[in-house]
Each structure stands twice: as C-alpha cells, then as structure tokens.
C-alpha cells in the first residue's frame, strides 16, 4: 500500500523533511521555526522567485521527483546567475495533493537540497500546503559580491553574446509532449530536465565588469532580448546564422531548428552585452566562464529586435516569438 500524504498528516511530514535539511553554512536558525534566520551580509542581495505547477510546467511522468526538486532550484538560479551572483538561501513551498506518495516528496525536497548544495546554497525552510494539483515555488536569496549586472545597462553598439547553445530544451520538451524516435531525443529530453544556471560565467563576467547589461533566457531568445532592450532603451539586431543550435536541432530542418533557438524557451542560457571597448577582456576570460560562448549580434539606436542573414536580409520569424503567461488571455 502506498504511504501517501494525507496517511501522514502536516506535522509529521514537516518532521520528516527537517530530518532531510541539515543547517547550512551561514544558517543560524533552519527549517523548524517561525523564520529562518542567516548572517548578516556585507554585500548586495538577491531575491527572485519561481515556481513549476503540474499541467502549465511540467507532467508528473516526464522527470523524476529528484529531478523535479533539482530543476525547480535551477530555473531561479539561472536568474542569480543573470545578476552576477551567486546562490546562498533558498525556501521551498510545495503544494500537493493529498495522495501523493512521500516518497515523491522525500524526491523532491532531496533534488532542492542536491542543487543548492552543489552550488554552496541552503535549503533554509518553506511550507507545505494541500492542492490539486503539484507545485513547486522556490524562494531564492543571493549575493553579488560586485555591483549586480542588471538588463537595463546595455548601449548601442554593444555587442551581444548568448552562453551555450539554444533550442535543446524546447526540442526536448515537444518530445516529452508527443514522443517520437528522431537523432539526438535523449539529449534534447535531458536538456529540458536538467537545465544549468550559468552561476559561474555570470559570476566572472560581472567581476571583471565585462557584461553591461544581461538576462536568462528562459522564454525564448526574441522576446528575452527584447526585454533587455526594453529596459535599456535600445534595439538589437541577431544574425540567424551564428545562432548556437544545440546538438539534437541539426535533425530537423534549418528553418524548424531556427525557430526552437530564436523562440522554444527554457535553455536558462545568459544573453548578455559587452561595451566594444572590452572584447579583448572576454577573450581572455574565455576559459573560465566554464561554458562555450557566442557572438550573436549587436545592440542599436533603432527599437526592436530583428534578425537577419549574413548579408544584412530580415529573415522570416516564427509565429510564436516566445513564451508568455496570460497570453492567450489578451
């Protein structure tokens, strides 16, 4: 017979996941009380929040519950990462129907904890609640040791780079929608399970203050860079031929595998841009961003964000432009 949440009962399971969450290093008062409590900081802090709900993010059978509890940790590191900081406490409310197993919730409180150790985070505290449906909404403290690298820095001429490469995920997650046998689908589903917050290289590029401005890019490449844009008063232009395309996208033809990089979402890569004047600076830290790195483009006076060919020509968008909550709403 299943051991199942309601067969527990709020106090005991909240026992059981003190037991899993050791105090962290800076934690002066963990999971048990009211607050947590931490050490003063000297430095600038981060806050940012996320949350993955059943049938809008994620099916219960397309990762495991470790897998779950690990990328809801991901994604809100991917935006500390965008700042140039790095994790340090992060809460972790769970939503859940009364007939999930607690091993299911054992799964996921030990891939949060999995993930914030392995970058020198705590899982501090959070809740627990009954719902219909599973979510995970992880609370995320940071620090920028530097001042934070914000969206709202960049200038024309400005040259822009993407972190990694782009579209595995979205490919990856159709997959996982309506699987089917194609060159590369296990990478492409891996891709989407297991995204990487670039903690490191948003870290060093803040440091040696060589992005001016910078975002994750977990809706899409067009509509995350026109937020950049937005916020720095400025347009870009991205070249349709030096985009990065993940490994699995050179199955699919080239106008499909344009699409996934330009719009599919959730690569949690960095977009980010460099005054002219400190190119040779991001060639010399090249090596320890930890991550492959692309010149993509260039910010300008003119609004928008376009896309060209390499011999200047608009090439053809794709309809969806990216992800957006509430979109079929307006």
């Not at 719902?131 to 001429?157: F, K, M, N, Q, Y």
């Not at 989407?192 to 975002?215: D, F, K, S, V």
């Not at 005054?275 to 090596?287: I, N, V, Y």
């Amino acid at each position: 017979m299943t051991d199942a949440l309601r067969d527990r009962g709020e106090d005991a399971l909240l026992d059981e996941i003190r037991r899993l969450v050791p105090p962290g290093r800076g934690v002066l008062v963990g999971p048990g009380d009211d607050t947590a409590v931490l050490a003063p900081a000297r430095v600038p802090l981060l806050l940012t929040t996320d949350a993955l709900v059943e049938g809008v993010h994620f099916r219960r059978g397309w990762l495991t519950p470790r897998a779950l509890g690990r990328r809801a940790f991901a994604v809100n590191a991917s935006d500390i990462a965008a700042m140039g900081g790095r994790p340090r406490a992060a809460l972790l409310a769970i939503a859940a129907p009364p007939a999930l197993p607690v091993a299911d919730l054992r799964g996921m409180v030990r891939g949060v904890r999995a993930a914030a150790d392995a970058v020198g985070a705590a899982l501090v505290g959070g809740n627990l609640a009954a719902a219909r449906e599973l979510s995970l909404t992880v609370a995320l403290l940071g620090d920028a040791p530097v001042p934070p690298v914000g969206r709202g820095g960049g200038r024309a001429g400005d040259q822009l780079f993407v972190t990694g490469d782009l579209g595995g995920a979205a490919l990856g997650l159709r997959l996982l929608a309506r699987p089917r046998s194609m060159r590369g689908a296990r990478g492409a589903v891996r891709r989407w399970q297991q995204p990487t917050a670039r903690l490191c290289a948003g870290q060093e590029l803040a440091r040696r203050r060589i992005a001016a401005a910078m975002i994750d890019l977990s809706d899409g490449l067009l509509i995350d860079a026109s937020r950049l844009c937005r916020a720095s008063g400025v347009g870009a232009v991205l070249r349709a031929d030096r985009l990065p395309l993940a490994p699995a996208l050179r199955a699919l033809a080239p106008r499909a595998a344009r699409a996934l990089a330009l719009a599919g979402g959730e690569d949690y890569e960095l977009l980010f841009a460099v005054r002219p004047a400190h190119l040779g600076a991001l060639e010399r830290a090249r090596a320890a961003l930890g991550c492959r790195i692309t010149h993509v483009g260039a910010l300008v006076a003119r609004r928008g964000v376009r896309v060209v060919d390499r011999s200047g020509r608009a090439v053809v968008l794709p309809h969806h432009l990216g992800h957006q909550h509430f979109a079929a709403l307006r």
